[in-house]
């Protein structure tokens, strides 16, 4: 069964750095976008930041500008989310995912287009 691994959550204090890693289990997607998204009890899955299957373009939301990079090795089909500045706010569960179209010339946005999804790793910053 195919799915991706995430890892380097953690706890940190505001102001705080994270590094977060994704790697695939049972294939690799290297003409497929990646993404990160995020979920905080009781609110809704959001986009964080994607990287284009060819890590020509990337994309952030406006509340990460700034502070997180997105980056991918295609060769293994991995993403990193670096995350900088890291404030309370950020806490939330990060899922990694794939988008569901191959080569798409944008990063998609919608979570409902991402097809393979990682179980989650927790990030919680702490004031």
């Known amino acids: 069964q195919v799915h991706l691994v995430e890892s380097g959550g953690g706890l940190v204090q505001v102001g705080g750095s994270l590094r977060l890693s994704c790697a695939p289990s049972?294939?690799?997607?290297?003409?497929?976008?990646m993404a990160w998204f995020r979920q905080a009890p009781g609110k809704e899955r959001e986009f964080v930041a994607g990287?284009?299957?060819?890590?020509?373009?990337?994309a952030y939301a406006d509340s990460v500008k700034g502070r997180f990079t997105i980056s991918r090795d295609n060769a293994k089909s991995t993403i990193s989310l670096q995350m900088n500045s890291l404030e309370s706010k950020d806490t939330a569960l990060y899922y990694c995912?794939?988008?569901?179209?191959?080569?798409?010339?944008?990063?998609?946005?919608?979570?409902?287009?991402?097809?393979?999804w990682g179980r989650g790793t927790q990030v919680t910053v702490s004031s």
């Open positions: 995912a794939v988008d569901g179209q191959a080569m798409r010339a944008a990063v998609e946005t919608n979570h409902n287009l991402y097809t393979v």
């Open positions: 049972g294939r690799l997607f290297r003409y497929y976008g």
């Open positions: 990287i284009q299957w060819n890590g020509a373009t990337t």
